[in-house]
């Protein structure tokens, strides 16, 4: 089995990936598991774990919620992502995995309130953390949130689990022709205007000089391949 090349990880889980096409529940807890049985090979492999989930499986935002406030959108989006953390919790949890939920929005009954100190502190006990509540701040996506965690954490890398499997040049759903980029830089993400992720996330990546991996979750495995750097997908860097 291959070993893991990074120390300190942050998963950037996408909510749609973990409703894993299931039309009328909002997640596949079947499949949740199997996402949880991955991330598990990583702790036992020694890597400290930390995750953020979106919340497209819930919630998109004003793009769904046609004509409403667009920061009260957003607000509805965050709330959305604590509940994907909430379920992630459980999964955790029941596999005997000890997990935090950390929520940049207090709410003390279902979560604990974000400090980079105490993240710190749980991933060095061996503890998954996960994050809530995005940025605490409308106007981001998940994916911004992603990489400021992981500067503040310190993680090695951004594993983005994603419902395709690495950045392409369009949409391959839309376009048969499109092509799969192995290795690229965020300036030529940015200069080509590539729908990597957050074009925000992408500048902060770039100024702060933090990796990103993205690949496909549809087979969970794929983590810890992401993990050991066997996995197939993009890698994006400065």
Not at 82 to 102: T, Y
Not at 220 to 232: F, H, L, S
Request: proline share 3%; aromatic share 8%.
């Amino acid at each position: 089995m291959s070993k893991p090349i990074y120390s300190r990880v942050l998963i950037k889980i996408s909510g749609e990936a973990l409703k894993n096409g299931c039309e009328s529940d909002i997640l596949d807890f079947d499949f949740v598991d199997k996402v949880v049985a991955s991330i598990d090979k990583c702790l036992k492999a020694g890597v400290e774990v930390a995750i953020i989930v979106g919340a497209g499986n819930i919630w998109r935002g004003a793009r769904k919620g046609i004509g409403m406030n667009r920061a009260r959108a957003d607000h509805m989006g965050m709330l959305a992502t604590v509940i994907n953390s909430l379920a992630l919790q459980d999964a955790f949890l029941r596999q005997g995995i000890d997990a935090k939920v950390l929520s940049t929005v207090e709410m003390n009954t279902f979560a604990d309130f974000y400090t980079q100190r105490d993240a710190d502190r749980y991933l060095k006990e061996g503890k998954v953390v996960i994050f809530g509540g995005g940025l605490g701040a409308p106007y981001f996506s998940t994916d911004t949130p992603a990489v400021v965690r992981a500067a503040e954490i310190g993680a090695d890398v951004v594993l983005m689990a994603k419902n395709v499997d690495g950045l392409y040049t369009a949409d391959p759903k839309k376009d048969p022709n499109a092509k799969r980029y192995d290795d690229v830089t965020y300036a030529e993400i940015l200069e080509k205007d590539l729908k990597a992720f957050d074009l925000t996330a992408v500048s902060f990546c770039n100024e702060n000089d933090i990796d990103c991996y993205a690949f496909a979750l549809s087979d969970p495995e794929n983590i810890y391949r992401a993990v050991t750097g066997t996995a197939t997908g993009t890698k994006m860097h400065k």
